[in-house]
Every structure is written in structure tokens, then in C-alpha cells.
């Protein structure tokens, strides 16, 4: 972001972009990067960012406000940033949005340092490399340093909203039936493979809680009997994925589960589960349904 004012509290940020066919080979075995998670709140130009450690540790929180002026374009963006304090973290973590996950490395070529970032689901094998100016003059005047190096500065498709707007609602969904398919057939090195390392499973009706995946899994993988699995309802709000499944043991269990996800890119997070058997319609309010 450069110092030059575009309002009494926004900047102008000169930056150009450019598509990379994979990540600079000096940093695919480096540790020194910052994960970064973007929510993107659809009909704003608004983006919450969390900056974490590799470890996952916080390190900074900042929501911030972008949009191409009127006679601009997308290498000068007008920006202004309000950085947060855990009482607003807070809020903004209830709010729903479309979430882009990258990793950002920092890189030095001709004196001139890079941002390279390097995309998570559902944007897998995405680099792209950003280079900000002080000035526009600086900016216009500068050439890209490797011939491989595609400008992507104008196109609105390499933009972070529009990125975000890839993990779309049938992505999520999509995750969640492979959950239900992987335990129908009992593939549960697979099934754990697209759990969170922190998940969580909340069965609020026993009052029992499952910490961590490995758990969840052999708490499935031992319960009684064999289990078949038909999806029945399956759709996403935000960042959760709502789904109604129907379940036949060969014990003789039949039940409804309902279940809410959490999902974190192409990881579930959490999972809060209620469980509903069937039972005979009762005699009292016969004359005002029917059975099917």
C-alpha cells in the first residue's frame, strides 16, 4: 500500500500481478510463510483477513475496505484498513462470507521483493505473484522479472472475491456427500482424510462430545452392526453444509440423522449430529393428516 491519500483515512495501493507455473523452487521446502484466510462478504467491497504462523498461531487480524475508483482500474485500487482486537474478531467470525485460504511467501529477485501466494482449496496448484509501488509512475515503468511470469494485473478472474466465489455452495455440498458416501462404505482411512486435525463432533442429544478426528472415526468404525447411508437433503449456508441422511443398520436400526457442518476449505471442521427413529403416526391426529 503506498502513502499517497485517497481520502482523509484510505490509500491507494499500486499494485501488478502476475500468474507463476508453480511456486519458485527456493521456496517449496520453506517454513518462512504466513497462512492467510479471506472472507469475502458478497455485495461489499469488504474482506476480513486472519494472518496466522505456520503452526496456525494468530498473528493479526484486519478488516479492510477495496474498490477500483471511478476512472481506475485494478492495478490502482483505493484501500483502507482497520486492524482488530479480539472483542471485534469475535463479531466478524459470526458473520457469513466466501472464504479463499492461501499461503504467502516473501521473495526477492533484482532488488525488488515479491509477494508469492500460493492457493489452497478450492484454487490447488494457483500461484500468483503481487508486486506493490509507491506510485503509478513506478508502476507503469516496471517489467516483469522472468518470461514465464503471466500479467494478470486487469483480469477480475485472478481477483480475490472472484476467487472466493469458486468455493461455491455446491462445492460444499459436494464435500459433505462424500462424508456420508466414505462411511456407507466404510472407507475411513479416506474419510478422516478430509476431517480438520481439530475436529469436533457434538451429539447434543446424549450430551456426548468427540474430540479430534481419529476419535470420531473408531467411534463409527466400532459402532454395531453395518451401516447403509442415503443423502436425502444436502444444502449449504455460508460456511455450513446442512444435510438429512437416512440409515439402515443391518441390526435392524433405521433412523434419520440430521446433521450441521463446519467446514474449513475442503476440511470439516465441526459436526453437531441429531438423530431422529421413525415411529407409528399417532391415533389422535388421524383426521387431520395422512400417512405415506
Given at each position: 500500500m503506498s502513502n499517497q491519500k485517497a481520502g482523509k483515512y484510505a490509500c491507494y495501493e499500486f499494485e501488478r500481478k502476475f500468474l507463476l507455473p508453480e511456486l519458485p523452487s527456493s521456496l517449496k521446502s520453506s517454513s518462512q510463510y504466513k497462512q492467510i484466510e479471506d472472507i469475502y462478504f458478497v455485495g461489499t467491497n469488504l474482506r476480513y483477513r486472519?494472518?496466522?504462523?505456520?503452526?496456525?498461531?494468530?498473528?493479526?487480524?484486519?478488516?479492510?475496505?477495496?474498490?477500483?475508483?471511478?476512472?481506475?482500474?485494478l492495478s490502482a485500487t483505493t484501500i483502507t484498513n482497520i486492524y482488530l482486537g479480539?472483542?471485534?474478531?469475535?463479531?466478524l467470525d459470526k458473520l457469513q462470507g466466501s472464504s479463499l485460504r492461501k499461503n504467502r511467501f516473501k521473495f526477492s529477485h533484482a532488488e525488488q521483493n515479491?509477494?508469492?501466494?500460493e492457493f489452497k482449496f478450492p484454487c490447488e496448484g494457483l500461484v500468483i505473484a503481487e508486486v506493490e509501488f509507491d506510485s503509478k509512475e513506478?508502476?507503469?515503468?516496471?517489467?516483469?522479472?522472468?518470461?514465464?511470469?503471466?500479467?494478470?494485473?486487469?483480469?477480475?478472474?485472478?481477483?480475490?472475491?472472484?476467487?472466493?466465489?469458486?468455493?461455491?455452495?455446491?462445492?460444499?455440498?459436494?464435500?459433505?456427500?462424500?462424508?456420508?458416501?466414505?462411511?456407507?462404505?466404510?472407507?475411513?482411512?479416506?474419510?478422516?482424510?478430509?476431517?480438520a486435525n481439530d475436529f469436533l463432533a457434538t451429539w447434543p442429544q446424549s450430551r456426548e462430545r468427540i474430540v479430534d478426528a481419529k476419535n470420531f472415526i473408531d467411534v463409527n468404525k466400532y459402532y454395531p452392526g453395518n451401516h447403509k447411508i442415503e443423502v436425502i437433503h444436502a444444502f449449504a449456508i455460508g460456511s455450513k453444509v446442512l444435510t438429512t441422511v437416512w440409515i439402515e443398520a443391518d441390526t435392524g436400526q433405521k433412523t434419520f440423522a440430521n446433521s450441521i457442518f463446519d467446514l474449513e476449505g475442503d476440511k470439516i471442521l465441526n459436526i453437531e449430529e441429531y438423530w431422529a427413529e421413525p415411529y407409528p403416526a399417532p391415533e389422535w391426529r388421524k383426521q387431520w393428516v395422512e400417512t405415506y
Open positions: 486472519t494472518l496466522r504462523s505456520p503452526d496456525g498461531k494468530i498473528l493479526d487480524r484486519k478488516l479492510t475496505q477495496k474498490y477500483v475508483s471511478e476512472g481506475s482500474d479480539e472483542s471485534e474478531a469475535v463479531l515479491f509477494s508469492i501466494d513506478e508502476m507503469n515503468g516496471f517489467k516483469a522479472p522472468f518470461s514465464n511470469w503471466k500479467e494478470v494485473t486487469l483480469e477480475a478472474a485472478y481477483s480475490g472475491g472472484f476467487l472466493a466465489s469458486k468455493m461455491s455452495t455446491s462445492t460444499q455440498t459436494d464435500i459433505a456427500r462424500k462424508f456420508w458416501q466414505l462411511f456407507s462404505d466404510q472407507l475411513w482411512d479416506k474419510a478422516a482424510e478430509i476431517l
